[in-house]
Every structure is written in structure tokens, then in C-alpha cells.
């Protein structure tokens, strides 16, 4: 049966496919694929696998054309990386507020403007 092994690094990204035999495992597709050769830094002891975005043992059976992805580990911890923006982004407008400078300028106004009245010399004379 065809699977798919998928791996993404920040400058490539690859997906093979893959012939494995009916009841094949997420671990023996990776090794079928021979990314390991081509990507020495991939652990799948230590990594994590999943099945198409979720996370999935080695030992988990495969169906056909399910696609095997090999997660790389976070450098970060999200959550705390959007702790750190949000108070920088915190501390900035604060900055701002103290330096004095102007605040945003509001939108234009979207009321009709008014035409000026026609100059006196060329109204027509009342009869």
C-alpha cells in the first residue's frame, strides 16, 4: 500500500511516497523511506510522529495513503513566545504615551460637506 513520509526543515520540505505492506507501521514507513539517511538528524525515538497533524506512537498501523509526519522540536514554548510579544508590544505603546507623542489620527469624517453659498455679485437681481 502507498503512505507518505513528510519532513520540513526551515530551508526544504519533503514528502516521499512510499510502498509499504498492508499493516505497516508509522515506524516502518519512516524507515522504508530512507529520510533517515537523507536527514541523519531525525530521531524518531525522540521526535515526534504523527498521522496527518496528529500525534500518533510508532507502533500505530498505517492505512493507505495516510500521510507519516516527522515533527521537529520546538525552539520555544509558544505560549510563552506570545507572553514575551504581547509584553513588548505592552511596553511600546506605554513608551509611546510617555515620549508624547501625538495619538492616532481619527478617520475622516464620512458627513457630506456642504458647498459655500454662491458669492453675492452673481445671484440674479430680485425682480
Known sequence: MKVE?????????????????????????????????????????????GVFAKVAPLSQPLREWDRVEIY???????????????QKDSARKEGSKREGNPPARKAPSTEPV??????????????
Open 114 to 127: 456642504k458647498s459655500d453659498p454662491e458669492p453675492a455679485d452673481t445671484k440674479k437681481p430680485a425682480e
Open 72 to 86: 521537529r522540536p520546538l525552539i520555544a514554548d509558544p505560549k510563552a513566545a506570545r507572553r514575551q510579544r504581547a
Open 5 to 49: 513520509v513528510a519532513y520540513a526543515r526551515p530551508d526544504v520540505q519533503v514528502i516521499l511516497e512510499v510502498d509499504v505492506p498492508e499493516g505497516a507501521t508509522v515506524e516502518e514507513a519512516i524507515r522504508h523511506s530512507g529520510i533517515l539517511e537523507r536527514f541523519p538528524e531525525i530521531d524518531p525515538s525522540t521526535q515526534k510522529v
